[in-house]
Every structure is written in C-alpha cells, then in structure tokens.
C-alpha cells in the first residue's frame, strides 16, 4: 500500500538551532516528491520538487534531499517565521500526502 | 488577481441546504484538483480533471458533485452534507503533461465549511 509518513509530528527550536524533517515513503513508482509550507488557515504552498535519489534543492535557510526511501528537509538557522506546517506528498499514480510536521521557531 | 482564487473562504451551512465551493486558477495549467483537509489528517483528494475532463474520482460521496466548464474554473457543488463534512476544502492546479504525468500543485487558500 502506498504510504507517506512524515516525523516529527511536532518539533520546537529555539531561533538559530538547525534540523531536519522526514519523510519516508512507500510507493511503487515514484514520479515526484514535493515538500510544500502551511500556515494557518492557508493553502499549502510550494517549496520543492524532487524527481530522484541524490537530487537535491535548496531555498533560503531551507534545504531538501532525497533517497530512494525518505526526503530529509534540512532547515539552518532558522528564524520565527519558519515557523508553520510542513507538508510532504509523493506522485506515484495519484497524489499522496503525509500529515506533516508542524515547526515552532522560538525566538 | 494571480495564482488560484477559492470563494466562499468560510461558508456554514445546515444538512439540508445546497452550496457551492468556485475556484479559479490563473497560472495556464491544464489539471486542477478538489482536497479536503480534515485535523490530524493527510489531505484527501476527491476529483481531478485534467484539460476539463475527470480522471479521478477517490470514492467520494454523491452528495459531493464536482464541475469543470472549463481549464481555468472548477466548482465543488454541496447538498445534503454531514456534520463529519466540515473541513477545509483546497482547490489546486499543476500542469500535467501527457506521458509524464502531474507536476506541482499549487493551492488556492481554501474553503472553511462547517455542516451544522
């Protein structure tokens, strides 16, 4: 069964102490790994797309990877207004999506 | 007005009544998508179109009726909905192109529903 799993479910930073996201999956035939920002009461907005193992893209403090069986989005430094819900999805036959990761920056 | 539109961006209504969700998308893509996103939940699709045709439909209730008169409007008609239907509703976009499949979606702000 296609899956997508995204851990930590919560995480708290202080302002400045980098980590990582993940996001392991479970599909056959993977046509594009996305991470994409949620604030609240917002869509989901577009960060990455990443199409095979070893690609990776980066954007301001925010950096992410893929292998042929989790994405990490590695995030440096941050600040306060990173703070929000990061979501990953994977394209196989259809769209699926983890239930994300919701990051509070303290400042 | 740029990227994807979605009217109403909060909208009650009660079990008997019929409403509908409007979303624009103005990026030129060719698919555009229905979601629902409930707490704690990964989002769900519920219909795709692609060039104004539905290509997906996940097992969605018929109390849920999806049109697409064109490549740029897509509507999520409402009626006789369930309080466990309140959620917010995403409309997205992506281009897809044919042997390739679906690039990134890009997504409108969302419908707040509430079923009373």
């Known amino acids: 069964e296609d899956q997508v799993t995204q851990s930590p479910e919560a995480l708290r930073l202080q302002e400045g102490e980098s980590s990582s996201l993940n996001c392991s999956y479970t599909v056959s035939g993977l046509r594009g790994l996305f991470w994409y920002r949620q604030d609240p009461g917002k869509g989901p907005e577009f960060l990455f797309t990443l199409y095979s193992a070893g690609e990776e893209k980066e954007k301001e403090r925010l950096k992410a990877t893929l292998t042929k069986k989790e994405s990490f989005l590695h995030i440096t430094a941050p600040k306060p207004e990173d703070s929000a819900t990061y979501l990953c999805a994977v394209r196989s036959d259809q769209f699926y999506f983890g239930t994300g990761t919701s990051l509070t920056v303290i400042p | 007005e740029t990227g994807v539109t979605q009217t109403p961006r909060h909208l009650v209504m009660g079990m008997t009544n019929k409403k509908s969700l409007k979303c624009e998308q103005h990026l030129g893509h060719n698919a555009m998508y229905w979601y629902k996103q409930s707490a704690k939940k990964p989002l769900e699709l519920m219909f795709v179109?692609?060039?104004?045709?539905?290509?997906e439909n996940n097992s969605v209730p018929s109390r849920f009726s999806p049109e697409c008169p064109n490549s740029s409007h897509l509507f999520l008609h409402l009626h006789t909905l369930q309080p466990e239907d309140s959620a917010l509703y995403l409309c997205?976009?992506?281009?897809?192109?044919?042997?390739?499949?679906?690039?990134?979606?890009?997504f409108g702000p969302g419908t707040r529903l509430t079923v009373l």
């Open positions: 997205a976009s992506s281009q897809a192109n044919p042997g390739q499949g679906y690039n990134e979606q890009f």
């Open positions: 179109y692609n060039f104004k045709e539905q290509t």
